[in-house]
């Protein structure tokens, strides 16, 4: 079993920044680690994620204002938020996927951008 435990998030004006991070607790190998997040009254989706590899993926409104990173050794995966949009406004969930196939989630972190 894998536990995802995240951190940052907050609120903050339109225009800042923010950095969420996530450490994955387990000695199984994750492949994918990423971020989805959910507005209210909205389906969750993806923001960005990364491989074991390095290869990114972004959704397109966020695509030159966020960064994801990841730390293989440590098994933490981190997301840069800059130039943030009262519309980035949700809670943020932090994903993995294993090399069996197996997705596990964050608790979700709340990130407010005020306009």
């Known amino acids: 079993q894998v536990q995802l435990v995240e951190s940052g998030g907050g609120l903050v004006q339109a225009g800042g920044s923010l950095e969420l991070s996530c450490a994955a607790s387990?000695?199984?190998?994750?492949?994918?680690m990423g971020w989805y997040r959910q507005a209210p009254g909205k389906q969750r989706e993806l923001v960005a994620t990364i491989t074991r590899g390095g290869s990114t993926n972004y959704e397109d409104s966020v695509k030159g204002r966020f960064t994801i990173s990841r730390d293989i050794a440590k098994n933490t995966v981190s997301l840069q938020m800059d130039s943030l949009k009262p519309e980035d406004t949700g809670v943020y969930y932090c994903?993995?996927?294993?090399?069996?196939?197996?997705?596990?989630w964050g608790q979700g972190t709340q990130v407010t951008v005020s306009s």
């Open positions: 994903y993995a996927r294993s090399y069996t196939m197996v997705d596990y």
């Open positions: 387990s000695i199984l190998s994750i492949n994918v």
